[in-house]
């Protein structure tokens, strides 16, 4: 199983970038998935989920009306669209598949399955 993101760059506040997410060696539409990002000294900080249809998503607060997670299943891949960019939004972010879906809170730990290597977003202010 692979997932390969990439998309991210450098963009000045207020900018926008496009996350994608490429997978391979899953029966991708069967699989949850999600969105996570990591700033420097700082711990994993759930972004995004969508279901396997991509019917229904979930966001956490600090980036809601902002960012918007899709897919396609045709494709295998995973989107995030990246609006109104913040300096806070800079980290390193990382697509995952969630074994488990739970209500509209954020993912627990064990929830996660397999990861991709991340990619760099870095918003300047």
């Known amino acids: 199983v692979q997932l390969q993101e990439s998309g991210g760059g450098s963009v000045q506040s207020g900018g926008s970038l496009k996350l994608s997410c490429a997978a391979s060696?899953?029966?991708?539409?069967?699989?949850?998935m999600t969105w996570v990002r990591q700033a420097p000294g700082k711990e994993r900080e759930w972004v995004a989920r969508?279901?396997?249809?991509?019917?229904?998503?979930f966001y956490a607060d600090s980036v809601k009306g902002r960012f918007t997670i899709s897919r396609d299943n045709a494709q295998n891949t995973l989107y995030l669209q990246l609006d109104s960019l913040k300096p806070e939004d800079t980290a390193m972010y990382y697509c995952?598949?969630?074994?488990?879906?739970?209500?509209?809170?954020?993912?627990?730990?064990?929830?996660?399955?397999?990861w991709g290597r991340g990619t760099q977003v870095t918003v300047s202010s």
């Open positions: 995952a598949t969630l074994n488990t879906w739970r209500g509209s809170g954020p993912p627990l730990k064990t929830d996660f399955g397999y």
């Open positions: 969508i279901s396997g249809g991509g019917t229904i998503t």
């Open positions: 060696g899953v029966t991708f539409s069967g699989y949850y």
